[in-house]
Nanobody, 123 residues
Framework: QLQLVESGGGMVQPGGSLTLSCAGS????????IGWFRQAPGKEREAISC????????HYLEPEKGRFTISRDNAKNTVYLRANGLKPADTAVYYC????????????????WGQGTRVTVSS
């Protein structure tokens, strides 16, 4: 059974950057599309980016601003999310999620969830 574990969250100052990691265990991520979501207090969970098994990626959150980069390292069974130019509005719990093959932005389409990692943007 595939398990996903996020890491890399923490506190960062406005304008700063973070790289979040989503490590798979129990099964390979090679055939799994991995998406990143976030949920701020009192708000719905929203899709950020997704990378398919074929390395095709889609940015759902502010794609025109280019603040998020998603990548994967199949040798390490890990997917990364790089977030730049962080703002207090980016404060949230960030989750990685997976399902076979193709990308997704609907949290109801997820087969696997990580436990989340908290990101706080504050001076």
């Amino acid at each position: 059974q595939l398990q996903l574990v996020e890491s890399g969250g923490g506190m960062v100052q406005p304008g700063g950057s973070l790289t979040l990691s989503c490590a798979g265990s129990g099964s390979t991520l090679d055939l799994i599309a991995i998406g990143w979501f976030r949920q701020a207090p009192g708000k719905e969970r929203e899709a950020i980016s997704c990378i398919s098994k074929n390395w095709a990626y889609t940015h759902y959150l502010e794609p025109e601003k280019g603040r998020f980069t998603i990548s994967r390292d199949n040798a390490k069974n890990t997917v990364y999310l790089r977030a730049n130019g962080l703002k207090p509005a980016d404060t949230a719990v960030y989750y990685c999620a997976g399902r076979p093959l193709e990308c997704f932005d609907d949290p109801t389409e997820v087969d696997y969830w990580g436990q989340g990692t908290r990101v706080t943007v504050s001076s």
